[in-house]
């Protein structure tokens, strides 16, 4: 069967990692999304050292996981990102973004931000889908730098630190690297040889003609021919998992609301389950007494505005809030009154004060006195 052939080829592909042995060490990497996990470890350390003892369980534990599940999905969105823009420019990004959503503050009680917000969320979806493609695409050029007899002797390092390592399999696949048009011309040999297999054993003739379609990159074709091959099920659906353990939608301490749906594709009713980013109770606690930058005694050193406080969901996280995310395009009126459920969930929950509507006065305050 063609999964079979995948399995074939795929094991040609990884038989250095094969060779490792299955007792090998767990290698030291550094994720290529550095920034994403950079913010991960920090909101963590400054969390659980500020409040981590001085908090009761019951208070700390819900931040905490909100915490995490936030840190994971934006890990998890960063590397979509930095890979799409690998696959584009044939290099890691330097200065990485996180992926762009739109969140509901309403928590699903407005239905135009709620729709607003899982377009968004679809979006990104479609985009993190493609991620199985990218992480295979890595994989074929890897295998072939790898045993390419001009390049195996003087190759940069892989761990901790990949980038080096991506950046030379970005310029082969670009064209950019002196070995790029040999590479590339026996990884089309490859395209050739699986599509013949697969024409011979009479399956996956989809497959079969994106193979043999030469305006494509062969590496490209190749990773794409193997994913299809594998299916969804042995691909993207583990990393689906990962990221909806992550996002945790309709959990109380999680920042996704799912929602199932009736849609109409080619005349028939099929269900689908629609994702939007809401901010929890726990959440907001989370992230405004992480950024109050609090040291263990409970003292703020530095004040927090709400205006800085939306500057940093969205840099840190991707979250916006009363801004539109880049594509989109979203009314002011709508953006206004998602700002405006954000100050009053804030006010509710005893972390915004301010004695008039002025910008300027509007500040975030703890609401744990852990002196």
């Known amino acids: ?27 030291n990497r ?19 050292k500020a409040y981590g003892a001085a908090l009761p369980r019951q208070a700390f534990l819900p931040m905490l996981e909100a915490g995490i599940g936030l840190g994971m999905a934006n890990l998890l969105l ?29 928590h699903g009680l407005n239905p135009k931000l709620r729709n607003a917000s899982e377009d968004a969320m679809s979006e990104c979806l479609a985009r993190y889908e493609h991620l199985p493609v990218l992480m295979m695409l ?3 050029l890897d295998d072939r730098a790898n045993y390419d007899p001009r390049l195996n002797r003087d190759l ?31 990884l089309d040999e490859d395209c050739v040889r699986l599509a013949d297999e697969l024409k011979q ?7 079969v003609r994106a193979l043999r379609n030469d305006q494509i990159n062969p590496a490209l074709r190749l990773a794409e021919a193997l994913v299809e091959l594998h299916g969804h099920k042995q691909q993207g659906a583990k990393l689906a998992m990962a990221l909806d353990s992550s996002l945790m939608p309709n959990r109380p301490n999680g920042l996704a609301f799912k929602r199932r749906v009736s849609r109409s594709q080619a ?15 726990a959440l907001l606690d989370f992230l405004v007494h992480r950024h109050l930058g609090q040291d263990g005694g409970g003292n703020a050193t530095r004040p927090l505005s709400l205006r800085r406080f939306l500057d940093i969901l969205r840099d840190h996280y991707g979250f916006y809030v009363d801004r ?13 009154a998602n700002k405006q459920w954000l100050e009053r969930r804030l006010r509710d929950l005893g972390l915004l004060v301010g004695v008039n509507d002025a910008e300027s006065m509007k500040q975030l305050r703890a609401r744990f006195n852990v002196a």
């Open 1 to 27: 069967s063609h999964p079979g052939i995948a399995r074939d080829e795929e094991a040609r592909i990884g038989r250095d990692v094969t060779a490792m042995g299955a007792a090998a060490d767990i290698p």
């Open 30 to 48: 550094w994720p290529i999304a550095k920034t994403a996990a950079r913010y991960l470890r920090d909101d963590l350390a400054t969390s659980i």
């Open 78 to 106: 960063s590397t979509a990102v930095c890979l799409s823009e690998w696959e584009c420019t044939g290099s890691i990004p330097k200065h990485q973004k996180p992926m762009p959503l739109l969140v509901d503050c309403s």
């Open 138 to 140: 890595a994989r074929v």
């Open 156 to 186: 940069p390092p892989r761990q901790p630190d990949s980038s080096a390592w991506l950046n030379l399999l970005g310029g082969i696949y670009r064209g950019r690297h002196e070995r790029a048009e040999s590479i590339l011309e026996r």
């Open 201 to 207: 054993a009479d399956e996956a003739p989809e497959v």
């Open 267 to 281: 005349g028939t009713k099929k269900a689908v389950d629609l994702r939007s980013i809401v901010l929890s109770h």
């Open 324 to 336: 539109e995310p880049p594509g989109m395009s979203i009314p002011q009126d709508l953006l206004h």
